[in-house]
């Protein structure tokens, strides 16, 4: 069975970081572009960033880029988001989620592209 277990989730204050992990099992990772949504109450769930299958290309949402940064390690079948100086807008329920191709093309941030999904992690961020 194909599953992501995203972790790392929780209540932190603003300025603070946290590290949020995704682990998959009954597949590869190293075959996929993997990337991170999020969700908050009541809005739609936005891309935030993606990494290449090998790691050497990163995209990220304009909202997030100088303060988080998306890593991977296939070794291990993970794939992690540091998240630094968190806001409170950075509130919501984070996904990771598996891409159509090894690399990002102009679909990146679509979240139509991603295939599997983990279950979310909670992130909130107090002012």
């Known amino acids: 069975e194909v599953q992501l277990q995203a972790s790392g989730g929780g209540l932190v204050q603003a300025g603070g970081s946290l590290r949020l992990s995704c682990t998959a099992s009954g597949f590869a990772l190293s075959y996929y572009a993997m990337g991170w949504f999020r969700q908050a109450p009541g809005k739609e769930r936005d891309f935030v960033a993606g990494?290449?299958?090998?790691?050497?290309?990163?995209r990220y949402a304009d909202s997030v880029k100088g303060r988080f940064t998306i890593s991977r390690d296939n070794a291990k079948n993970t794939v992690d988001l540091q998240m630094n100086s968190l806001k409170p807008e950075d509130t919501a329920v984070y996904y990771c989620?598996?891409?159509?191709?090894?690399?990002?093309?102009?679909?990146?941030?679509?979240?139509?592209?991603?295939?599997?999904w983990g279950q979310g992690t909670q992130v909130t961020v107090s002012s």
């Open positions: 989620a598996s891409y159509l191709y090894p690399y990002l093309d102009g679909s990146y941030d679509s979240k139509t592209f991603y295939t599997y």
């Open positions: 990494i290449v299958w090998i790691g050497t290309v990163t």
